[in-house]
């Protein structure tokens, strides 16, 4: 049963793709054969859900979303949160973008209900520089994320605990798809998750994704994403924490506006350190 319910977001992710075609697969404008003078000129809108700072992409001037997001809960992570985000970032000078995402959400833990809450989520902060067009139809990026301990433990809204992760990544450009990867290392700090203390260790992430245009203005997400585990959990007989988290995800990106674009995504979780399934919807304001 735990099998079959998180593989019920693909049913919403055949239904978004196939309304998505039908309402947008007549557009008479081809999209744009070689996407490259985008990239180094004047910033990418199709961002990436779950690898966005990790992405080797950069915004035009400035990136403004806010984001609704619905996580259901894993053995690993025992905590249902709806969460409301806000996502920014900035390109201060041509090759470098700055930003972050700091959320309020609220959680219910089934059959512990003295756990349910509702608080601030951890505050993500990342810094990186973009190589657009350092090898021909290739972008690299290098970056730091930071994650600030804001979120509230309790209610199973963050680990209080400080993480510093370094990474790479790189876009491939062909003419029907933008091919990413990524690789990160990220150190974590001792934390605590409802009452549990976490020892933590060195955490590696790998993700690969791929941006299909399907109209104009429209293109398919897809991410594949997997971090070891993040914690070692001291408690005996639980494996809290310790959890590696893979993680599946699937959306859309719909420019509707010059400056605005409409984005939505489910996802399922692999491992038990991430989600069961995720459903994000977003509208991202740029210049």
Known sequence: MRV???????????????????????????APADPAPVAESSGITDRLFLAFAQDAAIVTSQWWEGQLEFDDGSSGVPVDVF???????FR???????????????????????NDGTGATDLDLYGKWVFSNALENTDFTAGLL??????????GLGYNAFST??????????????????????LNG???????????????????????????????VGELQYESA????????SSLGSDAATQALAGVNWTAF?????RGAVGIGLTDGAPDFRVLLGYAFHF
Do not use: W
């Open 146 to 155: 930071f994650t600030v301990p804001t979120g509230d433990d309790t209610a």
């Open 258 to 262: 010059p400056r605005g674009t409409f």
């Open 190 to 220: 001792d934390g605590k998750y409802q009452g549990q203390d976490l020892a933590g260790k060195t955490s590696f992430e790998l993700g690969v994704s791929a941006l299909f245009p399907l109209a104009n203005r429209v293109s398919f």
């Open 4 to 30: 079959l319910n998180r593989f019920r977001p693909a049913l919403l992710l055949a239904a978004i793709v196939a309304v998505t075609s039908v309402a947008f697969g007549a557009d008479p404008e081809p």
């Open 230 to 237: 993040r914690f070692d959990n001291p408690s005996p007989g």
């Open 165 to 186: 992760q370094a990474f790479g990544g790189v876009r491939y450009r062909l003419e029907n798809v933008v091919l990413g990867t990524h690789v990160g290392f990220r």
């Open 92 to 114: 201060p000078v041509k090759s470098l973008e700055v930003g972050g995402r700091f959320g309020f959400g609220q959680s219910s833990a089934p059959g512990t209900a003295n």
């Open 83 to 89: 969460l409301v985000r806000g996502v920014v970032a």
